[in-house]
T-cell receptor
Framework: DAMVIQNPRYQVTQFGKPVTLSCSQT?????MYWYQQKSSQAPKLLFH???????NEADTPDNFQSRRPNTSFCFLDIRSPGLGDAAMYLC?????????????FGPGTRLTVL | AQSVTQLGSHVSVSEGALVLLRCNYS??????LFWYVQYPNQGLQLLLK??????LVKGINGFEAEFKKSETSFHLTKPSAHMSDAAEYFC??????????FGAGTRLTVKP
């Protein structure tokens, strides 16, 4: 089945220790997103790629970076995680440049910062 | 700017009762609206979407939603709640070709 895969599902890191979260997709979608979701809140968009074009949200901290080496993979790098970065991180994809196309979500990576 | 507001952060129903989750939208152009469901420690799964083809949209798991322009609403309903419906539900609107904005979410509890 075509899908969005996130690894690992659970990640524990130490305060200030860089961490990378991974997302891959078999849908061949142009657009890939990273969201941060804190407990009992809506997902908050961090950034997205349209093909290789990177689009950063204005309020995304510089501590968060992303890479998309090819269509299938996208990475979220947190350079110096703080306690406030503990959250669920969701990857999503969308095919094409149409407003009515839905986003497909992966299962998420839950990040714990000690 | 397009946005959605979900009324009620928590909704509790008895098993077999009607489920009604409320979503109102604000948009200067015809909106594209979505309902997603999220189970604990999972990603979001699309329930249904409105793309102007029909005002009554049927989705998965017996859910449906009706687009009412006069009320700027897109409420989600299910005639008979099941225990497995307990989850967080998000209403969302596309704000440009690529971005989507979510409501704050409604947590549905189903009592036996």
């Amino acid at each position: 089945d075509a899908m969005v895969i996130q690894n690992p599902r659970y990640q524990v890191t130490q305060f200030g220790k860089p961490v990378t979260l991974s997302c891959s997709q078999t849908l061949n979608h142009n657009v890939m997103y990273w969201y941060q979701q804190k407990s009992s809140q809506a997902p908050k968009l961090l950034f997205h790629y349209y093909d290789k074009d990177f689009n950063n949200e204005a309020d995304t901290p510089d501590n968060f970076q992303s890479r998309r080496p090819n269509t299938s993979f996208c990475f979220l790098d947190i350079r110096s995680p703080g306690l406030g970065d503990a959250a669920m991180y969701l990857c999503a994809t969308k095919g094409g440049f149409s407003s009515y196309n839905e986003q497909f979500f992966g299962p998420g990576t839950r990040l714990t910062v000690l | 700017a397009q946005s959605v507001t979900q009324l009620g952060s928590h909704v509790s129903v008895s098993e077999g009762a009607l489920v009604l989750l409320r979503c109102n939208y604000s948009s200067s152009v015809p909106p594209y609206l979505f309902w997603y469901v999220q189970y604990p420690n999972q990603g979001l799964q699309l329930l249904l979407k409105y793309t102007s083809a029909a005002t009554l949209v049927k989705g998965i798991n017996g859910f449906e939603a009706e687009f009412k322009k006069s009320e700027t609403s897109f409420h989600l309903t299910k005639p008979s709640a099941h225990m497995s419906d307990a989850a967080e539900y998000f209403c969302a609107v596309t704000i440009n070709n690529n971005d989507m904005r979510f409501g704050a979410g409604t947590r549905l509890t189903v009592k036996p």
